[in-house]
């Protein structure tokens, strides 16, 4: 919708350059028609734009669920069905097969174990991609997220599931496209709308992280100048999922349930806590680092 208000603003200032440019010009009556024409059809255009910018925003709807969340929806390609704890939307386009968004909140279960139960029916694990990132419609929460890709099955068949801790249970998107070779991919578009268009009345801490925030150090010797000195390394945890490595050079990111995600690109990092200990594998090497009280 942006990019329609700008193509407004263009034609506006480009007719307001015209005008400009005719003042004190000699123009024949046919260039002056001419002039008239293109102008009026302009203006038609930009009329016929700023129409069609109403009626897109006018046609998002707002879904508020009792587990408190809402998300955008375009009323005019989804329908929203509800029951047994679960919203659907549902697309309503030409399509070779289903395609909808069905989001869930589940008490009393961690994300890995609602997610192990859904990949257990997939299949060969092997054509299971796994992710971790900020979990949506946040910057400091943390969701897990599973993608099952059947395009070599020629169902053109695509699910992907999403999983995070969300005030004492878990709250579930679970995506499913059927797009075919040559088919318009926009249903995925919309989804992903709905998906990061979500907003949270009152998301809390994830409580099964909340042991891995703080500092860990160790220190070893160096020799400088013919001198032994002591030196140290240190690997700062914050509570959003952000972080610093400083070993040689500081390196920030973010910190998953088993590894480092350097912000700036770059390999993975695995590591592991137990009780205050916290291992890093550096090129193989398992480092130790020790919490700070």
């Not at 891995?212 to 390394?233: A, I, Q, R, W």
């Amino acid at each position: 919708m942006k990019i329609k208000k700008r193509i407004v603003t263009g034609t506006a200032l480009a007719l307001t350059a015209l005008a400009l440019c005719s003042c004190g010009s000699s123009q024949t009556p046919e260039a002056t028609t001419v002039a008239k024409a293109e102008s009026e059809n302009a203006e038609t255009t930009a009329a016929e734009t700023t129409a069609a910018v109403k009626e897109t925003e006018s046609s998002l709807v707002v879904y508020e669920s009792k587990d408190g969340w809402s998300v955008k929806y375009d009323k005019d390609h989804f329908t929203v069905n509800e029951g047994n704890g679960l919203t659907n939307f549902v697309y309503t386009g030409e399509s070779s097969g289903s395609d909808l968004v069905e989001i869930s909140y589940i008490k009393d279960k961690q994300p890995e174990e609602v997610l192990g139960e859904i990949t257990e029916s997939w299949g060969d694990p092997d054509k299971v991609s796994i992710f971790e990132s900020f979990f949506p419609g946040t910057s400091d929460k943390w969701g897990y997220w599973r993608t099952l890709d059947g395009t070599d099955t020629g169902s053109g068949l695509n699910e992907t599931v999403i999983a995070g801790e969300y005030n004492g249970g878990v709250l579930l998107f679970d995506i499913t496209t059927h797009v075919e070779k040559g088919e318009d991919t926009s249903v995925s578009d919309y989804i992903s709308d709905i998906i990061n268009s979500i907003s949270y009345d009152d998301f809390k801490p994830q409580t099964m992280y909340e042991y891995v925030p703080g500092k860990y150090t160790m220190t070893y010797e160096d020799e400088l100048d013919g001198n032994k000195v002591s030196c140290e390394y240190s690997v700062t945890l914050n509570e959003d999922h952000t972080g610093i490595l400083s070993i040689q050079d500081d390196i920030e990111v973010l910190w998953g349930s088993s590894e480092f995600i350097p912000t700036s690109g770059g390999d993975k990092i695995e590591y592991t806590i137990e009780g205050d200990n916290l291992m890093l594998n550096q090129d193989g090497e398992w480092i130790t680092f020790t919490k700070e009280s």
